[in-house]
């Protein structure tokens, strides 16, 4: 039932479980709930617009489904402009699905240094394969797009591998498997309730209740809850609960997945009308830093160029020759901080400069790829660097990343309330749970213990399944 306006009375709603927050953590959290037969409450604080809306990838999409309408910066040197999902399905709704499973490798880091339980690629799986075959991950069939089939020729020519990631998308129906066409639709048709456009401003507890005090529609609406999952996102989480008095090791380690680009004109068009996204990657080098392809439309080529006039004037003609791709890696530790009188929080950032020194050779890595891909010319997307003709130019580029006019990227925040048995480093423990929080969880990406070098969407979904069987079976508690 979308936006249930009252249950009992126009200022006051009441549900057994609430969740804050419809992207795939608080999703699938929702969903799990709602077939398990409790009287369960779904709140976004975007609209609830269909996935097909608006044409993907568009500035009407940036506008309408975006947070702040893409515009987001953590304040560092560099800063880092991020984007995220303010819509009911959240992130899912805008990224491209690219999926991974959590490696084996990270899984087993993450258990050793924060102390986390149960967190084993055994223990795991059934839960990967669980969220899979309800939302539907498949590969891509045929040839891949030519921009995208560039990188990974590139890389064999270079003797590295390129794998062809798998999406959430149905390429029979040419349709992307988000949270609104796929997990939502099962919440709903379990008798789940959703509330759209309700932001979360505070909760607390009440007796043996939690009231969240939230703005609907711009009206004050009260919700009475006996469990309570927060899952706004892995900056709005730890907002609300820093707001709400809960601050032990909340918001005190965001990370992302920075992002360098470059711009690549070959001698054919590699951008036609209609094609798939592209959807190879090159994870060799990973937890160094991963390489991929990105979207080229002209409208992100001109935003990509923007401090590069002499590759940007190739537009207007060139527009199908050219592409975009991008390395990125886990750089950057920032803070999640409260500001008095305003909606958002300050993020600050600090990197390390072997991250930073990790990036950059990633960036004249993929340098390396596109020229041995073919490419006529390449664009370093960095004002103040020259447009590169050969890969012998690439040893003119300045030794270091320059921090001052770097142009960092994120698409993917994460980490800020991690999980895990040590209380010296974890906000939760191994199952969401808030330390000394009264049975309060959290289920979104801010439990993550730190990067994956990939659309970190599979973990989220992942340890959002574990997580909510874990409470049933405890019956909250």
């Known amino acids: 039932m979308r936006d249930m306006a009252d249950r009992q009375r126009p200022d006051r709603q009441r549900a057994k479980v609430a969740i804050l927050g419809s992207g795939p953590g608080g999703a699938v959290t929702a969903m799990l709930c709602a077939q398990a037969g409790h009287d369960t409450l779904l709140l976004e604080e975007g609209p609830d617009l269909p996935l097909d809306s608006c044409a993907h990838y568009s500035g009407e999409e940036i506008l309408s489904k975006y947070r702040n309408r893409g515009l987001s910066v953590a304040f560092g040197n560099p800063s880092i402009s991020y984007m995220e999902g303010c819509c009911v399905g959240g992130g899912s709704e805008v990224n491209r699905g690219l999926y991974h499973r959590t490696p084996s490798y990270l899984l087993e880091q993450w258990a050793r240094d924060f102390q986390v339980d149960d967190l084993s690629e055994r223990s795991m799986t059934p839960h990967f394969e669980a969220c899979e075959a309800r939302v539907g991950v498949a590969d891509i069939a045929g040839e891949a797009p030519p921009s995208s089939q560039r990188l990974s020729d590139g890389a064999a020519r270079l003797g590295w591998d390129a794998i062809r990631a798998p999406r959430l998308f149905d390429y029979e129906a040419g349709r992307k498997q988000s949270m609104s066409a796929t997990v939502i639709p099962q919440f709903l048709r379990a008798g789940g309730r959703l509330l759209a456009n309700t932001r979360a401003v505070r909760i607390r507890r009440t007796g043996n209740r939690w009231e969240v005090l939230t703005s609907h529609q711009g009206r004050p609406l009260s919700i009475d809850a006996d469990a309570l999952f927060i899952a706004c996102g892995a900056v709005q989480t730890p907002a609300l609960l820093r707001r709400s008095g809960f601050r032990h090791n909340i918001g005190n380690s965001l990370r992302f997945h920075p992002m360098l680009k470059a711009v690549a004109l070959f001698d054919k068009p590699v951008n036609r009308p209609g094609d798939p996204d592209p959807v190879h990657q090159i994870k060799m080098f990973e937890p160094r830093f991963?390489?991929?392809?990105?979207?080229?439309?002209?409208?992100?080529?001109?935003?990509?160029?923007?401090?590069?006039?002499?590759?940007?004037?190739?537009?207007?003609?060139?527009?199908?020759?050219?592409?975009?791709?991008?390395?990125?890696?886990?750089?950057?530790?920032?803070?999640?901080?409260?500001?008095?009188?305003?909606?958002?929080?300050?993020?600050?950032?600090?990197?390390?400069?072997?991250?930073?020194?990790?990036?950059?050779?990633?960036?004249?890595?993929?340098?390396?790829?596109?020229?041995?891909?073919?490419?006529?010319?390449?664009?370093?997307?960095?004002?103040?660097?020259?447009?590169?003709?050969?890969?012998?130019?690439?040893?003119?580029?300045?030794?270091?990343?320059?921090?001052?006019?770097?142009?960092?990227?994120?698409?993917?925040?994460?980490?800020?309330?991690?999980?895990?048995?040590?209380?010296?480093?974890?906000?939760?423990?191994?199952?969401?749970?808030?330390?000394?929080?009264?049975?309060?969880?959290?289920?979104?990406?801010?439990?993550?213990?730190?990067?994956?070098?990939?659309?970190?969407?599979?973990?989220?979904?992942?340890?959002?399944?574990?997580?909510?069987?874990?409470?049933m079976e405890r019956g909250f508690g």
């Open 290 to 471: 991963g390489i991929g392809c990105s979207i080229s439309s002209p409208a992100l080529l001109a935003l990509a160029l923007a401090g590069n006039a002499e590759m940007r004037a190739h537009i207007a003609d060139d527009a199908p020759r050219m592409g975009i791709y991008y390395v990125q890696n886990g750089s950057g530790h920032a803070r999640v901080r409260g500001l008095p009188g305003l909606r958002d929080p300050l993020i600050s950032v600090r990197h390390d400069a072997v991250d930073l020194d990790s990036l950059y050779d990633g960036l004249k890595h993929l340098l390396r790829a596109l020229f041995a891909a073919g490419a006529e010319a390449v664009q370093p997307c960095i004002p103040g660097l020259p447009l590169l003709r050969s890969e012998a130019d690439i040893a003119a580029l300045p030794p270091h990343l320059p921090r001052k006019s770097a142009m960092l990227t994120s698409v993917h925040v994460f980490a800020s309330c991690p999980m895990g048995e040590d209380r010296r480093l974890s906000a939760t423990d191994s199952w969401g749970r808030v330390h000394d929080g009264d049975g309060l969880r959290i289920a979104d990406a801010s439990l993550m213990c730190g990067p994956t070098i990939a659309n970190p969407q599979g973990s989220v979904m992942a340890i959002a399944h574990r997580n909510a069987l874990h409470a």
